[in-house]
């Protein structure tokens, strides 16, 4: 039996995992971009990170709040475009409608100044919980083979950027001009989409462990007849002519 399409992509979901955990922060599961790591050329204020909602937002004038952050903690973060807050603090009143400061909060969060928390409502901070989404449908198994499909399609490379030093380690992920499938592509940004991605690489275990499961069903199923045969009485009495003829 060859189980390695299905090793190829637990390989691949690992290196993915493996980029979210060693940059010490979590992602989220909505709206995430990466290149099968961390993406090293996105802006904090590119999109959000937090999985949690907000609170509400006080009544009356601006305050400051905290922003969503990168979708994915890189492992090495640029320098924040925000200037460094110097008494700024959540909740504390503000003056100027987004304005920002580095607060050194992490995974590329800052404090902006709004009216209402910018990580609550709709476009805001992905969410996960099914009160917050609508027109929800489960995959179904055509979907699921479809995603099978688009995923093995995908060539991984490894590659640097034109920006990265010279000396800068290899990425390993593909190159959005060769991919098909706009499920896992951000193409509003030109990126890749983390958990589009991911989401296609489960469903593609999901199809490969059902055929496991369904051919280690038809192996067990023939290993019985075998058995029946083989202790069966005219089977020992062909066994006995064979090894004395």
Not at 45 to 72: E, I, Q, T
């Amino acid at each position: 039996m060859n189980h390695r399409p299905i090793v190829s992509i637990l390989a691949a979901l690992s290196l993915l995992v493996a980029g979210v955990w060693l940059a010490g922060c979590p992602g989220d599961d909505d709206q995430n971009t990466s290149d099968g790591q961390v993406s090293g050329d996105m802006s904090p204020s590119d999109a959000p990170s937090s999985d949690v909602v907000g609170d509400d937002a006080p009544v009356g004038g601006l305050k400051w709040y905290k922003s969503c952050g990168d979708p994915v903690c890189r492992v090495n973060p640029g320098p924040s475009s925000a200037p460094p807050c110097t008494s700024e603090t959540v909740g504390e009143p503000c003056s100027s409608v987004g304005a920002t400061c580095d607060a050194g909060l992490g995974c590329g969060a800052v404090l902006v100044c709004a009216a209402s928390d910018p990580r609550s409502g709709i476009g805001g901070c992905p969410i996960s919980q099914r009160r917050f989404k609508t027109e929800i449908r489960y995959l179904s198994a055509r979907d699921r083979e479809r995603f099978h499909r688009e995923l093995m399609q995908i060539r991984l490379a490894t590659y640097r950027y034109k920006t990265a030093p010279t000396n800068a380690p290899k990425r390993l992920g593909f190159i959005i001009d060769d991919v098909s499938s706009r499920t896992c592509i951000d193409a509003k940004r030109e990126r890749v989409d983390l958990y589009g991605y991911t989401s296609m690489a489960v469903a593609a275990l999901q199809v490969q462990a059902r055929k496991i499961a369904a051919l280690e069903r038809e192996l067990a199923l023939l290993k019985a007849q075998i058995g029946r045969l083989v202790s069966s009485p005219a089977s020992e009495c062909r066994l006995r002519r064979v090894s004395n003829p």
